[in-house]
């Protein structure tokens, strides 16, 4: 028997934009504590909410009507025809009959957002001791917190320091083949994306042609540029916030730009986004600081809706790792619209279960992230032509010259942890500083000794036995020259430096990073309650560089764009790839389906350098070309959940690239549950495909399905004419002797004719009692 949801009454959770460093902990196994009871109160609020106070707080209240773009796909689902005008009458009345209900039982309310076309409701402030009230008001179907967004920088862990460092380079581009696209004219003309986020810097080179329009949902007007330098000055409050944030932005900027760069700046680092010629919206749903409310996403998404985008993309979420949660539910009547929704995973890995809200939409897109190579830079530093120290790169500013640097030689400075009061006391000016990590960020310690007038800044790691840490920052104004350096190395050189010491820089080395490795903050699946696989896919989503407003570099730099770039980190930039390639999809074929787009880029996503769970990457890392040329669409038929009228769980058909035989009580008999597969050629030739099984063994906890007699049942082969669709079961069997756990790996489906082509298919199951 398949178990359904085990929805818990929800906590307020910080909503996190997905970006910047890394998060890294204990591996974790799999969350298998499934149970068949659900929680089907209507009132979800936080559990820190006095429910006898008569503080204000704000709800966001579902209706049981199902709203507009719902009603309609349902009434075509039964067979019945059912007008967008008729949907929005359905809708309205359900909200009249609300209202006026909600009236008799207490006017202490102000009603300021109104949904309709992909979610049925309202948010809501009154009195905490009207929460319980509001939730008898005629068609209340659930009523939630309407919890904060906020970035929030993740950083980096100590655990991963004596590992050999990993940079990062920017040219995402050319490492998915993007570029080769783009020669045969594949660029995302045509296509409407929308991009909910911080809001967009339009007038940035890069972006300015790209740029068509949107809405803000923080200011309420049709202006969705970032919060700017100028807003800050304006607004009396502190540059940063206590999570380190500024005031002004930047994060849907450099999103918008790997989505939609067009490469127009006059500046060496001018960026080509991955689909340049698409139509941008910027629906700006996160203010200064980069805050907002689940309330303004919810406003974003409908009007996404409403301006018939093509593709979305939300690198932002909640660390509420469940399908059922209010963003999921309009993502869900977003894609079943007609919209492609490409979400951010989160960055909260490296343990399982780790999703945020709305990447645990079962229909969208949801994007892990993964480094891409570099080529990096290593020198040898010398201390008076004797002592030799081990260098590696992780800065510079964008004019650094290592020739010039390597031909010099430079007296040396300690300035311990690199704070500006040390740079005060000693003399940096035109020499190497050396300082150690702790205490404040890198990014700190290195504008503190280019402030001081420094040439080059050397950071030694802090802990004992420690080597390179795996930070690289690459180009910045407020940048120099910057090195890592192992802990014992550090010590020895601030041991031996005095007042005539010379450092030099020699034997200038460049290595090439392997790149398609997972990065540990990147968030895991499954998903909670249905033990489904997300993320769906991996993108390059480690030191992306992408344009940024030129206010990023402070007010000597306005209006000059030169150097208008930074590099983030997160899924938060690998979304946007993947929010590009769908555009460079639906260019080429616009009558792909949202689950039609996403089973493509799963069918052909490629293998990362190592070996992964299916729910730490999917079906792979994305392969653009691929999934532009191939002429097959593999997809299961399988099913996810949603709540009917009464909060009840129902199922929610789901199209998808993976099979999700989910968690599955035995009850000590044997199993045999089966899923279709429809295999769709639309090519010009017949095929025929052989099928073979990938079971991992111990991948993230999983089970050996040799050693206890689990198997994938199926035909050994498919032969698909030209033009046609052909169906196949596929059977997962399972004795009642098997070890309860989760059983997972690949199809992998291969054309006899041509080995070249080949596709696979992600698969799990868990076994419970």
């Known amino acids: 028997m398949k178990i359904g949801m085990n929805q818990k009454p929800w906590k307020v959770m910080a909503v996190t934009a997905l970006s910047t460093s890394l998060v890294l902990g204990g591996v974790g196994s799999y969350p298998l504590h499934i149970s068949a009871e659900t929680n089907t109160a209507s009132l979800q609020v936080s559990e820190d909410i006095n429910l006898d106070s008569t503080d204000i707080v704000s709800v966001i209240v579902e209706l049981e009507e199902s709203p507009e773009t719902l009603a309609i796909a349902e009434a075509e689902e039964k067979g019945e025809s059912l007008s967008a005008a008729q949907a929005k009458v359905q809708v309205e009345e359900s909200q009249d009959e609300f209202e006026e209900d909600l009236s008799t039982l207490t006017t202490a309310y102000t009603i300021t957002h109104t949904y309709q076309t992909v979610f049925n409701g309202f948010t809501i402030e009154l009195p905490a001791n009207q929460l319980e009230a509001l939730t008898e008001a005629e068609g209340v179907k659930s009523v939630w917190s309407n919890d904060e967004v906020q970035l929030i920088d993740p950083v980096f862990s100590e655990s991963v320091l004596e590992e050999a460092i990993e940079p990062y380079m920017a040219d995402s581009v050319p490492y998915l083949g993007v570029d080769r696209l783009h020669v045969e004219g594949v660029t995302g003309a045509g296509v409407k994306v929308g991009v909910l986020d911080t809001g967009v810097d339009y007038t940035h080179p890069d972006l300015a042609e790209a740029y068509v329009g949107g809405y803000d949902f923080v200011d309420n007007d049709d202006d969705a540029q970032e919060t700017t330098y100028d807003d800050w000055l304006a607004s009396g409050m502190p540059e940063f916030n206590n999570n380190g944030n500024s005031y002004y932005t930047s994060h849907g900027t450099h999103v918008a730009g790997t989505i939609a760069g067009q490469a127009d700046n006059d500046s060496e680092y001018a960026t080509l986004g991955v689909a340049p010629d698409v139509e941008l919206y910027s629906y700006r ?143 940096a000016e035109g020499k190497v500083a050396l300082v150690a990590r702790g205490d404040f960020a890198f990014v700190d310690k290195i504008a503190n000794a280019k402030a001081a007038g420094a040439e080059a800044i050397i950071i030694y790691n802090n802990i004992p036995g420690a080597g390179h840490f795996p930070n690289y920052f690459g180009e910045g104004v407020n940048f120099i020259a910057g090195f890592s350096l192992p802990y014992e190395e550090g010590i020895a050189l601030r041991d031996a430096i005095n007042e005539d010491s010379l450092f030099s820089f020699g034997d200038r080395s460049e290595s090439i990073s392997s790149g398609g490795i997972l990065a540990d903050f990147s968030s895991r699946g499954p998903l909670n309650g249905t033990f489904a696989i997300k993320p769906e896919v991996s993108a390059p989503g480690v030191n992306i560089l992408s344009p940024v407003p030129d206010f990023m570099n402070g007010p000597d730099y306005f209006g000059d764009f030169e150097y208008a770039y930074g590099r983030k980190s997160g899924t938060s930039m690998s979304a946007p790839h993947v929010a590009g390639v769908a555009a460079l999809l639906l260019e080429v074929k616009p009558e792909l389906s949202p689950a039609d787009v996403k089973t493509t880029l799963m069918n052909t996503a490629v293998p990362m350098t190592l070996d992964y769970s299916v729910f730490e990457i999917g079906a792979g890392q994305i392969s653009p070309v691929d999934a532009v040329q191939t002429d097959m669409l593999i997809q299961a038929k399988g099913e996810s959940v949603t709540l009917d009228p009464n909060n009840r769980i129902i199922p929610l058909k789901d199209l998808t690239g993976a099979l999700n035989f989910g968690a599955i009580e035995s009850k000590g008999k044997n199993v045999r549950e089966f899923q279709s597969v429809t295999f769709k050629n639309t090519g010009s030739q017949s095929k025929t495909f052989t099928i073979d099984y990938d079971h991992h063994v111990d991948f993230r906890g999983s089970k050996d399905a040799l050693q206890n007699g689990v198997i994938l049942q199926t035909s050994d082969t498919v032969t698909v004419p030209a033009g046609e669709t052909i169906t196949k079961n596929v059977f997962f069997i399972s004795p009642k002797t098997a070890e309860t756990g989760a059983y997972e790996g690949y199809i992998n489906i291969t054309n006899q004719a041509d080995g070249s082509e080949s596709y696979r298919i992600p698969f799990a199951a868990g076994i419970i009692e």
């Open 285 to 427: 749903v996160l203010g200064p600081y980069g805050s907002g409310s689940t309330a303004g996403v919810l406003a974003g998404i409908e009007r996404s809706v409403e301006d018939e985008m093509d593709v979305i993309n939300l690198s932002l979420g909640a660390s509420i790792n469940d399908p059922l949660y209010p963003t999921s539910v309009a993502i869900n009547n977003t894609v079943i619209a007609g919209v492609t929704a490409v979400i951010s995973a989160g960055n909260a890995g490296p343990n399982l279960a780790t999703l945020g809200s709305p990447g645990t939409s079962p229909l969208a897109i949801t994007v892990g992230a993964n480094d891409v190579p570099l080529v990096f830079t290593d020198f040898t530093g010398y201390l008076d032509d004797t002592s030799t120290f081990d260098l590696v790169n992780i800065s510079s500013h964008f004019d650094t010259d290592f020739d010039e640097l390597e031909a010099g030689e430079y007296e040396i400075v300690y300035a311990g942890l690199g704070s500006v009061a040390e740079f005060d006391q000693v003399d």
